[in-house]
């Protein structure tokens, strides 16, 4: 069977940017998520609570660019969570401009 576990409105504060404001202070971001994947009966279920929890470390990181942070995802989801076929991530700097949001979003087929 095929489930979608959703990531929503999650507002983090998080040093990401290359503008020297940026590296000083924590800005807010909000983290949207949708990952697909498929359990079987007898099959391990796939735990939010340790989805968020590794959303929540890699932004230790630091990050600079919004596409590091991607890349990162891309990278480590698959080795970490084998039981996603699929998913969207959509970073959001909330606070980067007075009048606008910027937003930048990967999504990946696995299989």
């Known amino acids: 069977m095929e489930y979608v576990i959703f990531l929503e409105d999650w507002i983090l504060e998080v040093v990401i940017g290359i503008l020297p404001f940026e590296r000083e202070k924590k800005q807010k971001i909000k983290l949207e998520g949708e990952f697909c994947y498929f359990k079987n009966q007898g099959e391990t279920f796939l735990d939010y609570r340790e989805l968020r929890k590794f959303f929540k470390e890699a932004f230790l990181n630091e990050f600079g660019l919004l596409e ?21 991530i959509t970073i959001t700097k909330l606070e980067i401009f007075e009048d606008c949001k910027v937003a930048m979003q990967i999504s990946h087929k696995i299989c």
């Open 68 to 88: 590091e942070a991607l890349e990162y995802f891309s990278k480590e989801i698959p080795k970490r969570f084998s039981q996603i076929q699929s998913y969207k």
